[in-house]
């Protein structure tokens, strides 16, 4: 008789011991008062290779690669095809989709949270209206890059002998896309910095209110 009560005993603490720290368990698993962390953080964490490549090289990158690539077709690949008028229209609608359905598209696609790359981009809104904005953009870049090249030969031309009808810096992808590159990110520089000028004006205004 004393035999049973004692094996009951043990099972009783037992189940308590049990119980209690199942009770323990249940609180660590229990994450519905946890607070939320964003993904960017969790990132910071995982496991792999701890060696990332800095966001504005993947921006230069993309931006000269596909500045190149709209040089070697649009330029290149119909350029014989063209008069003077046309190569205008046709290059400034080819570089204004490059920039709208590929460049900012590939941005978009990349950024690690949304909106990080929006101050890489001139029109970073995700409207469908964008690829009208970065046509007339287009053709502002392709002034300014067929300008750059004019304004290089005419230097090459004044310091040398060489025929002033000659063109010795002739339009090809890689130094295309190195001047795509750079004069869209000057125009992004110059709208960045008005935004913020801007935006701190407002603050100022409102402190004053």
Request: charged letters at 25%; glycine letters at 6%; hydrophobic letters at 45%.
């Amino acid at each position: 008789m004393k035999k049973n009560k004692k094996n009951k005993t043990v099972d009783k603490n037992a189940a308590d011991y049990y119980k209690l720290k199942t009770g323990a368990v249940d609180k660590l698993v229990d994450t519905s008062n946890a607070p939320v962390v964003p993904d960017k953080e969790i990132k910071k964490y995982k496991s792999g290779n701890k060696f990332k490549i800095p966001q504005w090289l993947k921006v230069v990158f993309i931006k000269f690669w596909f500045g190149g690539a709209a040089c070697f077709f649009f330029i290149w690949g119909l350029g014989m095809y063209l008069d003077d008028l046309s190569s205008i229209i046709v290059n400034s609608l080819g570089l204004g989709m490059v920039t709208d359905i590929f460049v900012n598209h590939i941005l978009h696609f990349l950024e690690p949270e949304k909106g990080d790359f929006d101050k890489w981009m001139l029109f970073p809104f995700r409207k469908w209206w964008t690829i009208f904005l970065n046509v007339l953009y287009g053709a502002l870049l392709f002034f300014c890059i067929m300008n750059t090249y004019d304004f290089i030969n005419r230097i090459i031309i004044m310091n040398s002998d060489i025929d002033p009808e000659s063109v010795p810096l002739g339009v090809e992808p890689l130094l295309f896309g190195l001047f795509y590159m750079g004069f869209d990110m000057l125009f992004v520089l110059i709208k960045n910095t008005f935004v913020k000028i801007f935006r701190d004006a407002n603050k100022k205004a409102s402190g004053l209110k």
